[in-house]
């Protein structure tokens, strides 16, 4: 008796052990499932849910990295064709995509060159292999579909292109009265770095906001309509450039520059590319992803892209050259996410993301030997995620050292 006993509670143990064992294991499996979906069933829902956003922003925890740009091309060029998306905003300055517009509404083919169109964004971040071929795909979705899509920059980094094309359109109109305010403003303002250095800015703006007034109330008959709404946003980002002496100033100025395009262009559907730490929804950051998600709310989803190891391009601080750097993999709390799962796609709304973690976030320049993070809470910063367990370098066309 007592035998059959203790070989019933042997079974009982064994069972129990089996029960917790399968237990655990479905858990694991539940909570690789929340890291690792399926890539395609994914992408799908993805598109899905924010097809009837009013800004779709889309980060990268590095400027130069080949699947940053491969998702973000794909993704976008999803939202054009199914969802009337129309403008794909950028992290560079208003006048920078300039020549970039030309060149996808240009039914001449030889007239203006891609790679010369690039080059005159001023921003190496986007001088790739992969944005030139998103480039060539929407200029042939324009020769289609009647040049419905438009790049716009948001940024206030760099002031001279805007100065130059300012002062060309004021003198076209025998406009001369402000050529010498803007030359001097462009030979002490000509980027974001040196406005901060600079007190006269009170002055400049005062001039800056004459100019803008003079233009608001004068007769179209010496400036047609269009030439005066792209002045009036050439002189705001101008404004803006001026006064932005911080850097989360730069970030509210780069809201208020996405601002003005959809007051203009009563514009429904954007798409935003830019940093992680631009579009990120968080005041510690002062993000532009913070200050929109103030005024659009629900209808502002953003997009975070980071990875655990891999390679990129981005300026050596050791020797400021630019190259293709490595990081490698940190046991850093972001390691949890890739320790045992693949690539995926996943919303942020669930508990388990509703913590501090630590993520690479490395920008124009890196050091080696000091990693940089960005700890965010994925379910407050971001509405979806995409990770990589290992990242390529973009296919840059600009020289590498």
């Known amino acids: 008796m007592y035998q059959n006993l203790k070989t019933i509670g042997i ?23 929340i890291f690792c979906n399926d890539k395609d069933s994914t992408f799908e829902n993805l598109q899905l849910f924010v097809k009837d956003k009013q800004i779709v922003a889309i980060g990268e ?55 010369e169109a690039i080059k005159d964004m001023k921003y190496w971040l986007y001088q790739t292999e992969e944005f030139k071929d998103f480039v060539n795909w929407v200029k042939v979705y324009n020769k289609i579909n009647n040049n ?13 292109s805007t100065i130059g094309l300012l002062q060309s359109s004021l003198k076209t109109n025998n406009i001369n009265k402000y050529e010498l305010t803007l030359e001097n403003i462009k030979n002490k303002y000509s980027n974001f770095y040196e406005v901060r250095a600079y007190p006269q800015k009170i002055y ?55 601002e003005e395009y959809i007051i203009n262009n009563k514009t429904k559907k954007i798409i935003y590319w830019a940093h992680n730490d631009h579009v990120i929804n968080s005041l510690k950051f002062k993000s ?11 209808n502002f989803f953003t ?10 391009n981005a300026y050596n601080e050791k020797n400021m050259k630019f190259e293709r ?28 993301f509703d913590k501090n973690y630590s993520f690479y976030s490395i920008g124009s320049s890196y050091k ?34």
């Open 11 to 33: 079974v009982k143990i064994f069972l129990i052990e089996i029960f917790i064992l399968l237990a655990f294991t479905t858990y694991s499996q539940e909570q690789t499932k």
């Open 61 to 115: 925890a590095t400027h130069n990295s080949k699947e940053f740009y491969e998702f973000r091309a794909k993704f976008s060029s999803l939202l054009i064709e199914k969802d009337s998306f129309k403008t794909i905003a950028l992290e560079v300055g208003f006048s920078e995509v300039n020549k970039l517009n030309e060149y996808i509404n240009s039914t001449n083919n030889d007239s203006i060159d891609i790679v």
């Open 148 to 160: 419905v899509i438009t790049f716009y920059g948001v940024d206030v980094l760099f002031l001279d």
């Open 204 to 258: 400049f703006t005062k001039k800056l906001e004459e100019i803008l007034e003079y233009i608001n109330i004068e007769d179209t008959t010496l400036m047609n309509q269009k030439t005066k709404e792209l002045n009036v946003l050439r002189v705001k980002q101008l404004i803006y450039g001026l006064n932005s002496k911080k850097i989360g100033n730069r970030d509210y100025y780069m809201c208020k520059m996405l």
């Open 288 to 298: 532009s992803g913070y200050f929109l998600k103030e005024i659009y709310k629900n």
């Open 303 to 312: 997009i975070g892209q980071f990875f655990l190891e891999g390679y990129f």
């Open 325 to 352: 750097m490595h990081v490698d993999k940190d046991k850093s709390l972001e390691y949890d996410f890739y320790s045992n799962c693949t690539n995926g796609y996943f919303f942020t709304n669930q508990s388990v």
């Open 368 to 401: 080696y030997g000091i990693n940089t993070y960005s700890f965010v809470n994925l379910k407050d910063d971001f509405d979806a995620v995409v990770f990589y367990r290992f990242i390529n370098s973009s296919n840059s066309f600009k020289k590498l050292f």
